[in-house]
């Protein structure tokens, strides 16, 4: 029984910070219709930025917007450098189709390989700002901390508040106009590619969080080769999916669905399925219900 | 079109054939490599950087310092000793790249210490060191396997086998814990495997086994094998895995205060390497541990006290570990095998030296070696003792009581081994 | 003369030659791009080990094996994949790329996270006494490519690589033009597994060992770099993308020496240079070099001929 509650835990948990991360992936294509892969990457860079403020001021409440703030920045200067020049030069040929796919890789490779570099070599730690030690029920300790529970509800807060400014702010229906209907919004007199920049500044600073809920959640460590990262990137990619990439609310779901199932699956199946499940689970959901729990078109094939 | 294709394929086809035509055409090699009349080059395999260096990337740092201070003072016979280091980051395909880079690119006398039991495997079948009469001198693991010499004629191993320690183990364990629950934390490869062999020949029966897929170690992961220990109420734990194996567990038990009574196999049992990831010291506290060597807090051992005056000016604010110890003395104990070599060492004279003498050679381990013409095994046992409230491990009640066996089925025995002195300052003689 | 250190990259080129032929075949003439060509490396070379340890094969029948066992997992995941496109194919394969290696530790056939041992022996005595393991390497492994060669040309120039690039070019179109292609689809897959299976397999018989470690993400960046530096669209171009590939660590090395730098960024260089490669490619020269010379040509001889 214990057990069982436990392995819930342990899934909603590291289904929340995957949740962040699909929410991030589908801002991204909300907003410019592309799907970035170097997403995690950038989370990952986003979390050093959070790093360097723990060092100089010793307190992850700093930490955490510093991360955010440094991740939209990012995200919003590789939206206007890299993604704009992507367009302009290969917008033709037969490899047009791939060609963000393969830049966004691109991108991906290369962030891993300069945090590699410049922090590679050192032993960096987070602390969390909450103790990560194990609630007690009844004479068991359960694997759920006030560190867990900040998490959860760090998720569904933003994922609230990304809703409220999408649905019913004028930013937010720029932004879902810049996607859908571009020349129409600019006839409109807004501002697209402004707009654009400002989706993949707001994915930045969701997947900075990830990034540093996912750290701390840990044992604190954080590095360019861990599993951790490698489970971001993969897991954001196929929670956005399993919610349908078109709405927040199903990029949660997604999340903590994803995290429950892998939880489960490595407790009572095999531990030794780590690393494939998380693509049975992408290929049954693909199979079953391709435009995801939430999406209502086929937009598969876009 | 077609033309052009077929042009195309056709250069690439002579560009192929040339190369092999050339290739084929190179006389063999021939002469002694890596030994120049002023230095002796050796090279080394280990990870760096990435999730498994944690604590093993100080070991080129520890065998540099005592190198240089050897060099500093003569070196071996006026020649300097110089180490090649390469990151494999614990990966084996990229453990045979650099050690193909090694000996055909460096061209190194002779490897030393290469680290994993998988990366060693990889090496002896690729770049099959044994048939180009390269030595691969105390390879940094404890599989049994590497002390065959059919199979690996010119590997020697250093450190204690998986199995001995395992053996060990059991028989402490039958000693003080009979009739407790045990479980069984290990990786799923060789590593592991070799474990379970010794604990089946010490007659151990677990009350559960939980293996670990090795790059899968981290909290997460850890907090499923704990709900599996508590499930089979497990009273004794034993944690024979990698460092950062080892340390994930510690550190979230101590946030699921699941606390049973843990035992350390000795390659992820550095206590310095597990307090720097944050787990706390009172973890640690009553753990036993098992190691060769003296404890690395022990200043009263007169090999401590020597290497760790030298490591501290080479590689100074850097802590003094077991990584650090166990690094140093390999490279003391390669420098008297190449004294034993000769005035002019070969590869050949060299491994002669080490199956003639290294049985002798001085070093620190409290354990004998058993180097000799038909064994490359090097130590043979272990000290069993419990790590002190600051974390650290050390001997029970202060004396060391040090228990020897073999990778076979011999019994387990309290050893009588009296550790020679020191050479003078030292060095080899 | 070449020393055995150039004859071991030499087989290494081979090996890459003939993944990157695969993934040429995949992404520029049927236009999916998938990022599975190294999980399917890796079960062509499973494949070649466990026919070569369990039941003794000779080695060119353990190459044979691991083209069939690889092509039959890539027409399964054609037959996945007949529904996806664009990133959503390239998600599912980097899902299926980090996971499926790892998989080998299920099985203790398949030997674990330490693998398994894929020997193919030392050079008959014939060859003389200087034949290297290496230059073995290289003879097989540049045989083998050279056949694979020959053989994929002739089936780009048939049928099927029209169909192929029928497909790519517009789908409505070519469907409406008879052309089945789902089915299409999953040949283009099979084909691209089974050359994949069998660079694998090469790269296996270079290492001596089978693991899950040799198949790494990075590797599928690799290649599709690789790829995408030779020209996706046509095969002429794919030494120019192996050789490259092989000698970017070297180029890291040197550089990375003169510039004394710290062990992270000497790692490091490797995989920032491969990346670097890409996007460069990608943006500024995205047909390749040797599409861009021919277009240029043409170019050229259309302007003489005004």
Request: glycine share 10%; hydrophobic share 50%; aromatic share 8%.
């Amino acid at each position: 029984m214990i057990q069982l509650l436990n392995t819930l835990l342990i899934g909603i948990t590291s289904g929340g910070i995957y949740a962040l991360m699909a929410i991030s992936m589908v801002l991204v294509w909300r907003s410019t219709r592309v799907i970035n892969f170097a997403q995690a990457g950038m989370a990952l860079l986003s979390t050093y930025f959070g790093y360097e403020a723990m060092v100089n001021f010793d307190s992850f409440w700093i930490a955490l917007p510093v991360a955010m703030a440094g991740g939209a920045l990012f995200a919003a200067i590789i939206e206007v450098v890299f993604m704009r020049l992507l367009v302009k030069h290969s917008s033709s040929g037969p490899i047009a189709s791939v060609a963000p796919i393969i830049a966004t890789l691109g991108l991906l490779g290369i962030i891993r390989a300069v945090v590699s570099m410049i922090w590679g070599g050192q032993d960096v730690r987070i602390t969390g700002p909450l103790s990560n030690d194990g609630f007690s029920v009844g004479g068991e300790t359960l694997v759920f901390s006030p560190l867990k529970l900040l998490i959860l509800v760090s998720v569904i807060v933003l994922m609230l508040m990304l809703s409220i400014l999408f649905q019913k702010t004028n930013i937010g229906l720029a932004l879902r106009a810049s996607a859908y209907a571009p020349e129409i919004a600019r006839l409109s007199g807004v501002k697209v590619d402004l707009v654009r920049t400002m989706g993949w500044a707001l994915a930045g600073a969701a997947g900075a969080v990830a990034g540093m809920f996912q750290t701390v959640n840990g044992n604190g460590t954080l590095s360019p080769d861990s599993i951790e990262f490698s489970l971001l990137l993969v897991s954001g990619f196929i929670a956005a999916v399993i919610g349908g990439l078109e709405s927040l609310v199903g990029a949660v779901i997604g999340g903590l669905l994803l995290g429950i199932l892998i939880s489960f699956v490595l407790m009572y199946v095999s531990s030794a399925l780590f690393f494939i499940a998380p693509f049975i689970i992408l290929l049954a959901v693909l199979f079953i219900r391709p435009q995801g729990i939430i999406g209502a078109k086929a937009g598969r094939r876009a | 079109m077609k033309a052009l294709h077929r042009r195309k394929l056709l250069t690439a086809t002579a560009v192929l054939a040339v190369f092999g035509l050339a290739a084929t055409a190179i006389p063999a090699q021939a002469a002694e490599v890596g030994v120049s009349s002023t230095e002796i080059k050796l090279g080394m395999t280990l990870p760096m950087t990435g999730t498994a260096s944690l604590g093993y990337n100080k070991i080129p740092g520890a065998a540099k310092a005592y190198f240089d201070y050897l060099n500093a003072n003569g070196g071996i016979n006026g020649r300097k000793v110089t180490l090649v280091v390469k990151d494999d980051r614990y990966v084996p395909t990229e453990a045979v790249a650099k050690t193909n880079e090694l000996i055909l690119k460096d061209k190194v006398m002779a490897l030393l210490a290469p680290l994993g039991t998988a990366n060693n495997k990889a090496v002896a079948s690729s770049v099959n060191p044994a048939r180009r009469g390269v030595p691969v001198l105390f390879v940094n693991t404890g599989f049994s396997g590497f002390a065959d010499t059919k199979k690996y004629p010119t590997t020697y191993t250093v450190l204690p086998s998986y199995i001995m320690e395992a053996k060990i183990m059991g028989d402490y364990i039958k000693e003080n814990f009979a009739g407790k629950k045990i479980g069984l934390l290990y990786q799923d490869d060789d590593f592991g495997t070799d474990a379970l062999a010794g604990f089946k020949t010490a007659g151990v029966n677990f009350a559960v086994k939980v293996p670990y897929a090795s790059g899968s170690q981290n909290a997460a992961a850890a907090a499923g094998w704990i709900t599996k220990f508590k499930a089979a109420e497990a009273d004794v734990v034993i944690l024979f895995g990698v460092s950062s194996a080892t340390s994930a567990m510690l550190g979230v038990a101590a946030q699921l205060k699941y606390a049973p009574q843990w035992m350390l196999g000795s390659v992820g049992g550095d206590a310095t390497t597990i307090k720097l990831t944050g787990v706390p010291a009172g973890v640690l506290y009553n753990a036993i541990g098992f190691s060769p060597v003296p404890a690395t807090t022990d200043m009263k051992d007169e090999y401590v006290k020597f290497f760790s005056d030298i490591y501290a000016k080479a590689v100074p604010g850097s802590a003094f570990d077991l990584n650090v110890l166990l690094g140093m003395n390999t490279a003391f104990m390669t420098a008297q095998a190449l004294k034993a070599a000769g005035q002019n060492p070969t590869r050949k004279s060299l491994m002669a030296a080490i199956d003639s003498k290294g049985a002798t050679f001085a070093n620190s381990a409290l354990v004998p070696a058993a180097y000799s013409k038909t064994s490359h095994v090097g130590l043979t046992g272990y000290w069993v003792g419990k790590y002190s409230p600051t974390g650290d491990l050390a001997p029970v009640g202060g004396t060391y009581v040090t228990y020897t066996t073999d990778s076979g089925s011999g019994a387990v025995v309290k050893s009588t081994y009296k550790r020679p002195a020191m050479p003078a300052k030292g060095l080899p003689n | 003369m070449v020393d055995e250190l150039r004859v071991y990259q030499g087989a290494s080129i081979a090996v890459y030659v003939v993944a990157i032929s695969s993934i040429i075949l995949l992404t520029g003439y049927s236009g999916q791009v998938s990022l599975g060509n190294g999980a399917l490396m890796a079960v062509g070379a499973y494949a070649a080990a466990v026919a070569h340890i369990s039941w003794h094969l000779p080695i060119v029948a353990c190459f044979f094996v691991a083209v069939i066992a690889a092509a039959l997992g890539g027409a399964l995941l054609g037959a996945a994949a007949a529904r996806l496109s664009g990133p959503y194919l390239a998600g599912t394969t980097l899902a299926l790329a980090i996971g499926l290696p790892s998989l080998a530790n299920q099985f203790s056939i398949l030997g674990g996270e330490q693998g398994l041992l894929f020997d193919v022996g030392f050079p008959p005595l014939s060859l003389g006494e200087d034949f290297t393991q290496y230059k073995w390497f290289f003879w097989i492994a540049a045989l083998a490519t050279l056949i694979m060669m020959w053989l994929l040309q002739n089936i780009l120039r048939s049928r099927y690589g029209r169909t192929w690039r029928a497909g790519r070019g517009n789908e409505v179109a070519a469907q409406l033009s008879g052309i089945n292609t789902g089915r299409s689809k999953i040949l283009a897959f099979t084909l691209s597994a089974g050359l994949a299976g069998l660079a694998g397999a090469m790269l296996s018989m270079t290492i001596g060992t089978v693991s899950p470690s040799a198949f790494p993400l990075a590797l599928s960046f690799s290649l599709l770099t690789g790829a995408v530096l030779s020209g996706v669209t046509t095969l002429s171009g794919v030494m120019i993308g192996a050789v490259t590939l092989v000698a970017i660590p070297e180029v890291a090395d040197v550089v990375a020496h003169k510039l004394g730098t710290s062990e992270s960024v000497t790692t490091n260089l490797p995989g920032l240079m491969v990346s670097a490669l890409l996007i460069v490619t990608v943006l500024f020269v995205p047909n390749g070099p040797v599409e861009q010379h021919r277009a240029r040509t043409a170019k050229k001889m259309a302007a003489k001929n005004k």
